[in-house]
């Protein structure tokens, strides 16, 4: 998704501005390892924390007798 939204600018830039810039080659692979790296952290938390959730629940459940 970070190279196409880098794509994307770089040809908005072009359709846009006269005499635009291209953007780094090392700039956009920084960006784009960042962005793989912060993908990854959120979705591996985002998943241990469903796990977690559902732990919590179930021993939540568990507990109430009535």
Do not use: N, T
């Amino acid at each position: 998704a970070s190279v196409g939204q880098q794509l994307a600018v770089v040809v908005l830039a072009f359709l846009m501005l006269r005499y635009p810039d291209p953007p780094e080659p090392v700039a956009v692979l920084w960006k784009v390892g960042i962005s793989a790296v912060l993908g990854v952290a959120v979705f591996l938390s985002q998943r241990h924390l469903a796990r977690l959730s559902g732990k919590w629940r179930r021993s939540r459940e568990s507990k109430l007798r009535f």
